[in-house]
């Protein structure tokens, strides 16, 4: 009587022992999915941002090469004597 009781209790407890164990588990497995996502969202954000600066980047480098050629062109198209005027007045202090 004493041992059946003592099979029963046992069984319960392995059986209660799994159960949580089995939770844990589960929490784990949910814990580590939603690290992922989270990382997936970094990395991409990350890109966007890295996409954006690139983009930023190149908008100045093309704005400045233009600025250069109007330079260029504003230069090349003056006058010997109105480039000297006006390197004149524009560095002389």
């Given at each position: ?7 029963k ?24 999915k ?8 970094v ?18 480098t ?11 062109s ?11 005027r ?8």
């Amino acid at each position: 009587m004493i041992t059946d009781f003592v099979r029963k209790v046992g069984g319960y407890i392995v059986m209660g022992v799994g159960v949580i164990a089995g939770l844990f588990f589960l929490f784990l497995s949910g814990k580590r999915k939603g690290e992922l996502q989270t990382e997936l969202k970094v990395e991409k954000e990350k890109a966007a941002n890295d996409k954006a600066r690139s983009d930023a980047e190149h908008e100045k480098t093309v704005e400045v090469v233009r600025n250069k050629n109007d330079v260029a062109s504003t230069v090349s198209n003056a006058s010997d004597d109105d480039v000297s005027r006006k390197l004149r007045d524009d560095w002389s202090d």
